[in-house]
């Protein structure tokens, strides 16, 4: 019932998973579970077999790549998802660009979409293929609502211009089929 930021809701249930038995194994993917009650694990470069009285496979998320999607154009350098854009920004200390388009409306795509502003890039749109934003409420209004980013509704990039960078997205409005 409590509105919590990612990082506030994972120390607090990270610090309540600390006080179980369970074991944790981070980058870790698990190959194969056996009725014997093992499983085959690989991580960090080795496989290990792994035997357990209970098992959950908590697997995170896992972006869908642009090049998943029905996109065409070409295959330029300066497409991110959102937690890539993420990961090379606050890990990498990299730039990602000027100018910014977001393709879907979740709290990620919201929350990056905040941060390119405060680093003074232009975030020129965020197409969204349903009705509404995604994403929680508060994000809505902090990062999408506070810093004026135009969304499209009904929207979504179907075609990708440039070569070797990005120089354009061609994005088609479902509801008016332009």
């Not at 990961?87 to 979740?106: C, K, N, P, T």
């Not at 795509?109 to 509404?132: P, S, Y």
């Not at 609502?145 to 135009?150: D, F, N, R, S, V």
């Amino acid at each position: 019932g409590n509105e919590m930021t990612v990082p506030e809701y994972s120390v607090k249930e990270f610090r309540r998973f600390e006080k179980t038995s369970a074991v944790y194994l981070p980058g870790t993917r698990v190959l194969e579970i056996r009725p014997d009650r093992t499983a085959l694990a690989a991580g960090y470069g080795e496989i290990t077999e792994v035997a357990f009285s209970e098992c959950v496979i908590a697997s995170g998320c896992t972006e869908k790549p642009l090049w998943s999607l029905p996109v065409t154009g070409t295959r330029p350098e300066g497409i991110y998802t959102a937690g890539e854009a993420q990961e090379m920004i606050e890990l990498g200390g990299y730039d990602v660009g000027e100018r910014i388009f977001i393709l879907g409306s979740g709290d990620i795509g919201q929350i990056m979409a905040r941060r390119f502003c405060q680093l003074g890039k232009t975030v020129t749109g965020m197409a969204e293929i349903g009705d509404h934003l995604g994403g929680m409420k508060r994000n809505q209004e902090e990062c999408v609502k506070a810093y004026g980013i135009p969304v499209m509704l009904y929207s979504t990039v179907t075609q990708i211009h440039g070569y070797p960078r990005l120089e354009g997205v061609t994005v088609h409005h479902l509801d008016t089929d332009l």
